[in-house]
């Protein structure tokens, strides 16, 4: 489960370092095992499904269901991390941020991170379907399919597989949230939404950093092509701005109290501020001043959602796709009892 930022699902993104690998050779493995599943980098994408299931779990929190709903998503983030990896071996090569992962860097054989891409994302999907219900192991399933398929070919294609894999990481809380309400509702959509718009210009920040050698490794990124910068800038403010509204909607649909209205608006508005700085000066210090306040912001943002949410009942009206079959389903979507038919009319 990635994202633009290549956070499976998730997904904050900074500069890889080189992996030292430890004299023992078992160390070593189980060190490029982690850098092959990106530990650090989907641990944000284990923070977002667990604020989706805290979102959805109306105030009844089930600590076993939430381990595993962050179990079987990691799970599934380090298998499509590990595969993405080997279908990008070449590029990483060439790329100086990436060269020393291990594929490139020649520590360890494709066929060792395939095998470990299919047992994660084996055991992902087991603990999923078991631990929780069909319908967030399905979105699991396609969160990598879209990760693995289209996004990972556009990068080298179209600079729209930046919006590709923003979905990949707006997936990762709905995951979260039914894997709780056995549903997907409102305050679903709107954690979907934040985490989309925010990767937008967190990636292209990230991306004007390393835009040379984003070249050099082949990636046609928005950066790469929009020489001038006026379009990537352009994009950064306007998505800056509309994380104002996206975060806000929590607030305006009672999902979250004023406060959080309030710091949505002033959160959203520094975005959009560090994005205008960026436009009138195009610098890579300032590109990394957009970088690192978007850093600060997702889990800032996030934790004023858990501080300040609201719980109101989720009515039919609310709920956009339900999980079948899986006896998890709120009671608010639950068919209400006949009412008894008085005697005189029997």
């Known amino acids: 489960m990635h994202s633009a930022t290549d956070i499976p699902v998730l997904t904050v993104q900074s500069q ?3 992996v030292e690998t430890a004299t023992h050779p078992v160390v070593g493995l ?3 095992l982690l850098a092959l599943a990106k530990v650090r980098l989907t641990a944000m994408v284990v923070v977002t499904t667990v604020v989706g299931y805290v979102t959805g779990a109306d105030g009844h929190i089930h ?5 595993l709903a962050s179990a079987g998503t990691w799970l599934i983030a380090g298998s499509a991390a590990a595969l993405n990896q080997v279908f990008e071996i070449r590029p990483d090569g060439l790329m100086l941020r990436t060269r020393n992962r291990p594929l490139p860097a020649g520590r360890m054989l494709p066929s060792t991170a395939v095998i470990f891409a299919l047992f994660t994302f084996v055991a992902g ?3 999923l379907y078991c631990g929780t219900n069909q319908l967030t192991a399905l979105l699991g399933l396609l ?3 879209l990760y693995i398929f289209i996004y990972t070919p556009l990068k080298r294609l179209s600079t729209i597989n930046t919006l590709v894999g923003a979905i990949c990481g707006a997936i990762p809380p709905i995951m979260g949230f039914t894997a709780a309400a056995g549903h997907i509702a409102l305050p679903a959509v709107i954690l979907g939404l934040l985490l989309f718009v925010w990767q937008i210009p967190h990636f292209l920040a990230l991306a004007w950093m390393y ?3 984003y070249a050099h490794g082949g990636f046609r990124m928005l950066s790469v092509v929009d020489t001038s910068g006026r379009v990537t800038c352009a994009m950064m403010i306007l998505y800056s701005a509309l994380l104002i509204p996206v975060a806000a909607a929590a607030w305006f649909f009672g999902f979250a109290g004023m406060w959080f209205g309030f710091s949505a608006i002033l959160l ?3 975005m959009v501020w560090l994005s205008a700085k960026m436009r009138r000066q195009k610098s890579r210090e300032n590109a990394r001043r957009v970088f690192l306040a978007s850093v600060i912001y997702l889990p800032l943002i996030l934790t004023l959602l858990m501080a300040d949410l609201r719980h109101r009942p989720v009515g039919p009206q609310d709920v956009i796709i339900a999980a079948p079959n899986t006896g998890m389903a709120p009671a608010a979507i639950t068919p209400a009892a006949p009412k008894p038919v008085p005697r005189t009319a029997r």
Do not use: C, K, S
Request: charged residues 20%.
């Open 30 to 32: 189980y060190q490029d």
């Open 16 to 18: 890889e370092q080189p």
């Open 211 to 213: 835009r040379d050698d």
């Open 268 to 270: 959203g508005g520094a």
């Open 63 to 67: 600590l076993g269901t939430l381990a």
């Open 125 to 127: 999907m087991a603990v």
């Open 143 to 145: 969160n990598l399919i």
